[in-house]
């Protein structure tokens, strides 16, 4: 029997002018890399996965007929969010937490990951881009994300934040957006994290293409449940419909 594929897809609408992705949508390691050594508990962290940002990411999909990426690999595997250089490609220490699977990894090692679970993040996101230019609306591409309320022990006040980098076509809109909500958000403009992060797949994906793009970070008590999450994907399919074809 095959192992399950390292990418989920959901089907859209190639001419809806979006495409949705999740990098750290899953927790789940293989069998056969033995949980990377890592204790259970620890994998109900931010360490190994965004909590909460798949099942907005599966809403939003459903809301506005639009395709989706999500990773069926944890990020303690390898981080697809990631320049193939970048150091914390395949992390040995994560917020405190050891990562023994990863300790030793050689060169060889980080090459059969990036065979193995990396590239095919990115030969999807290649072809659903492919299949979106085919039909004459290049997509903008939106990836999701959630982000602890507490660095360390100082809390984080945002609700969400949008990261971007040089291009704002799509970031500008959702800030305002968002500042607008009548929930009184508190909202980051490349907060908790600044964007350009050289590599990363929207960096990869969107700016190496000229595509519109932005990055969302939601506050993960926030969409941690059902309610939340469905909350959410509402409130950003109400902000994103207008900017769609």
Known sequence: MLPPHPVETIPGDPARGLLLVCDHASN?????LA????PDHEFARHIAYDI?????????AALLGAPAILTRFSRLIIDPNRGRADPTLVMRLSDGAIVPGNARIDEAGKLERIRRFYAPFDAAIDAHVAAAEATGVPPAILTMHSFTPYWRTVARPWHVGILWDRD?????????????????????????????????TIDRHAISRGLRN???EIRQDLIAEETGQIEWAERFARLLRPMLP
């Open 168 to 200: 704002d076509r799509m970031s500008a809109p959702l800030i305002a957006g968002l500042r607008a909500d009548p929930d009184g958000l508190t909202v980051g403009d490349n907060e908790p994290y600044g964007g350009g992060l050289p590599g990363d």
């Open 35 to 38: 949980r990377l050594g890592v």
């Open 52 to 60: 909460g940002a798949a099942a907005v990411t599966r809403h939003l």
């Open 28 to 32: 789940h390691v293989p069998d056969d």
């Open 214 to 216: 932005a990055l969302v």
